[in-house]
């Protein structure tokens, strides 16, 4: 045994995990260069060795887990060096001002959410809602998806008539049902192609008016103000330089009687940069606020009238979001290599290992503008 395989050993024992070990969460190492890369590139050179079958597991989820749970990373000492590499390639790329630029985000966003519909239509629910789910009373994805959207037209107090702004819409899931149950007129915002092809249609099929506008927010410019506003798992997207600016869209775009309801991923400390593992190979240059990123960036604009956490329930939906994908993969293997399943198994995987340990949380704050003459009387539990 090596040193470095020695140092990962002593490690990895406090969080139950052994290497070549029998339980499900243990790690199986078929090639020691793995140790070296974790070293040199943190969660990216974890994420590229078991993509390249360096490495293996049979419960990733559980592994990650308990990795986070244990900080293992700050066990080997990975933190503070990465933070350094981080903070020299920040010097290099100084010219490069702006990660989530108008133009980088129309380049970025097509990255995830145009590698084709067909593997979105056999992970998600039948309404094909790729946020997190609400299992409160719920047994099936469907029912968390059903219950996720009626908590936030609850918390909107929609009404008859009332136009809504779906900023991030995806596939039209949100807009589809508020429309359908609560009679509403739905204008929703995306950057990709896929999604406003797809949602149109299944708009058409359900009979509600739900447009889909192919814009960035930060180009939108509407006739009217919206009586509500949403945005579902789109701020991660938005990226730290353009968080003010977000929310003043979002100010402005909405009556002064109006109600924001904002559905994100919460990390527990403020950054510039996302996991490198996920920003290289599924969400580029995505960014998790904080709760300081957030409130800094509200400031002066937003009265927050509800806040509400339900991380745990994400871990739930990923998991469900696994069962399908690897049920179905036979279905769509044809369209995507074998080097593609180990990707998208150690996304899910690994993301729903951090919502297990509460590395990561699931916020919605209900939001009204300063000054707002009557109070937002709707709660959400």
């Known amino acids: 045994m090596n040193k470095l395989e020695e140092m990962f050993k002593e490690a990895l024992a406090p ?115 790729y946020t997190c789910g609400y299992w409160n009373r719920a047994s099936t994805l469907d029912e968390a998806q059903e219950h996720k959207m009626d908590l936030i037209c609850r918390k909107l107090d929609l009404q008859p008539g009332m136009r809504i702004l779906d900023i991030g819409c995806g596939w039209g899931s949100f807009m589809i049902y508020a429309a359908k149950k609560y009679g509403v007129i739905c204008d929703g915002l995306t950057l990709s192609k896929e999604q406003k092809k797809l949602g149109s249609k299944l708009a058409i099929e359900n009979g509600v008016v739900a447009n889909f506008i192919l814009k960035d927010y930060r180009e939108f410019k509407p006739t009217v103000q919206y009586d509500r506003i949403v945005s579902i798992g789109m701020i991660e997207h938005v990226g730290p330089k353009n968080y003010a600016e977000y929310f003043e869209c979002a100010e402005r775009f909405m009556k002064d009687d109006g109600v924001f309801l904002l559905h994100t991923i919460g990390s527990h400390h403020s950054t510039t940069a996302s996991d490198p593992w996920i920003s290289k190979y599924i969400f580029p240059n995505g960014v998790i606020p904080s709760m300081k990123n957030l409130a800094e960036a509200m400031e002066d604009r937003f009265n927050i009238e509800d806040v509400h956490n339900f991380g745990e329930d994400y871990d739930k939906t990923l998991m469900c979001w696994f069962s399908n994908f690897q049920h179905s993969w036979n279905q769509i293997k044809g369209d995507y290599s074998e080097d593609f399943y180990r990707m998208w198994k150690y996304y899910l995987l690994s993301c729903a290992g951090a919502f297990r340990s509460r590395d990561l949380s699931l916020w919605q704050l209900a939001l009204t503008k300063i000054g707002r003459r009557r109070p937002l009387t709707v709660r959400s539990m």
């Not at 029998?22 to 993509?51: C, H, R, T």
């Not at 419960?59 to 903070?87: H, P, T």
């Not at 390639?89 to 380049?107: D, G």
């Open 15 to 129: 969080a139950g995990i052994t290497i070549n070990g029998s339980k499900p969460w243990d790690i199986q190492v078929f090639n020691p260069k793995v140790y070296e890369l974790v070293m040199q590139s943190g969660s990216l050179g974890l994420g590229e060795a078991y993509m390249s079958k360096m490495w293996d597991c049979s419960r990733l989820d559980q592994f990650f887990e308990r990795v986070l749970l244990n900080d293992i990373e700050g066990k080997l000492g990975l933190a503070e060096k990465l933070k350094f590499a981080s903070s020299a390639a920040k010097l290099k790329l100084k010219s490069w001002v702006n990660p989530q630029s108008i133009e980088r985000c129309k380049f970025d966003v097509p990255h995830h959410y145009d590698i084709g519909n067909k593997l979105y239509q056999k992970m998600l629910d039948s309404r094909m809602t």
